[in-house]
């Protein structure tokens, strides 16, 4: 089984820096969707695990969050393409839960649920702690410089072995030649 990672905000869609809230403002990066689409028609389990504290601040609803999620799977039912799950940590900065990246606790759930090897799984995102919750679940860090990505590419703090590419699509594109 090929299985990847994904981030949301910043990797999929455009990231706000007062949350994504509702299904319109919830807007896909260029090529995003179809890099999506071009994985799950090559056989691969598209995951998607995203901090959504937003949820926690009262910011958005859960109807708000499934929203957005449906509008996504729409657009990506049309290019033929889907998300085989979608994993969130709802809490705030502050709870102390152990689902909220930087901390491993959202890729040690789908690391189970798929009954993987950790080693063998990519994890895409454009925020460190996207990439640090990646090295500690054992998993292979990829940075797009999407999002916070241009940021985050000179973070003294990038994991070792961090790839670094423009944006998912890149990352697409270069995964389905090499295979």
């Known amino acids: 089984m090929k299985l990847v990672i994904l981030d949301r905000d910043g990797v999929i869609n455009q990231d706000r820096t007062d949350f994504v809230k509702s299904a319109d403002e919830w807007v896909p ?29 009262g910011l958005f609803s859960m109807s708000d969050l499934n929203a957005m999620h ?11 393409g889907q998300v085989d799950a979608i994993f ?20 040690h759930d789908i690391i189970r649920r798929y009954e993987i090897d950790p080693a063998q799984v ?7 702690r996207d990439l640090q919750a990646a090295q500690i679940a054992g998993m292979k860090p990829w940075l797009v410089e999407t999002g916070n990505g241009l940021k985050t590419k000179n973070d003294p703090n990038l994991p070792p072995g961090t790839q670094i590419r423009a944006s998912l699509a ?7 030649r090499e295979n």
């Open 29 to 57: 990066l260029p090529g995003s969707l179809e890099a999506i689409a071009r994985l799950y028609r090559a056989g691969w389990k598209v995951v998607i695990a995203s901090n959504q504290s937003g949820l926690g601040r």
């Open 70 to 80: 449906a509008k996504m799977n729409q657009e990506l039912t049309l290019l033929g």
């Open 88 to 107: 969130i940590c709802p809490h705030k900065p502050e709870d102390g839960c152990n689902c909220r990246k930087p901390l491993p606790g959202m890729l």
């Open 122 to 128: 990519p994890v895409i995102g454009d925020s460190l």
């Open 170 to 176: 890149d990352i697409v594109n270069e995964w389905l």
